[in-house]
């Protein structure tokens, strides 16, 4: 069964940063093509970043310079680096398998970040 | 302010035909497959359909996807309570380099 177990989440002040983890098991992970997507309270969803299997990134124009996405394949870990957080930023971040070909086909539970004085 | 536009809303009564329509560009649903996810309240999403109306298995066939241009639409027949719940449409944008959504249309069952 394939699972995907975000933590990280936390209440962060405006400037600050945060580093989200996403545990993968149960399928082979350095296959997969890893996304962030996140959804602020009583918003849509949003794209955030993106890794591909030969560790290429993409990144939203609204985190660009501030998040980093990043894989440990040996761990079958996803990461985002957040930096320079702004209360815009606050939403409940989701990591997901998935590529523009197939959708994304597998999603974790969310993890809250908080950005607030 | 989404790139892809939604219908806010949309409801039924049990057993009707339920469309919701997904309006892009050329860059993102006239070049690329379109998915669309379904969130009920306080869950994570969950891939539902694509615009090929290709479905992951356990998703029922009362829901299908298609595409005509640069709009897409998500079908329910057959409406059922249990489908109550915010549905979203996403795709690659190829000028953006990036994944664009819709807000999110909220299906009420009446």
């Known amino acids: 069964e394939v699972q995907l177990l975000e933590s990280g989440g936390d209440l962060v002040q405006p400037g600050g940063s945060l580093r989200l983890s996403c545990a993968a098991s149960?399928?082979?992970?350095?296959?997969?093509?890893m996304s962030w997507v996140r959804q602020a309270p009583g918003k849509g969803l949003e794209w955030v970043s993106l890794?591909?299997?030969?560790?290429?990134?993409l990144h939203a124009g609204s985190v660009r310079g501030r998040f980093t996405i990043s894989r440990d394949n040996s761990k079958n870990t996803l990461f985002l680096q957040m930096n320079s957080l702004t209360d815009e930023d606050t939403a409940v971040y989701y990591c997901?398998?998935?590529?523009?070909?197939?959708?994304?086909?597998?999603w974790g539970q969310g993890t809250l970040v908080t950005v607030s004085s | 302010q989404s790139v892809l536009t939604q219908p806010p809303s949309a409801s039924g009564t049990p057993g009707q035909r339920v469309t919701i329509s997904c309006s892009g560009s050329t860059s993102n649903i006239g070049s690329n497959t379109v998915f669309w996810y379904q969130q009920l309240p306080g869950t994570a999403p969950k891939l539902l359909v694509s615009?090929?109306?290709q479905r992951p298995s356990g998703v029922p066939d009362r829901f299908s996807g298609s595409k005509s241009g640069t709009s897409a639409s998500l079908a329910i027949s057959g409406l059922q309570s249990e489908d109550e719940a915010d549905y979203s449409c996403?795709?690659?944008?190829?000028?953006?380099?990036?994944?664009?959504f819709g807000a999110g249309t909220k299906v009420t069952v009446l």
């Open positions: 149960g399928f082979t992970f350095s296959s997969y093509v």
């Open positions: 615009s090929t109306n």
């Open positions: 997901v398998r998935g590529d523009k070909r197939a959708g994304w086909n597998s």
């Open positions: 890794i591909n299997t030969a560790g290429g990134t």
């Open positions: 996403a795709a690659w944008d190829d000028s953006l380099n990036g994944y664009v």
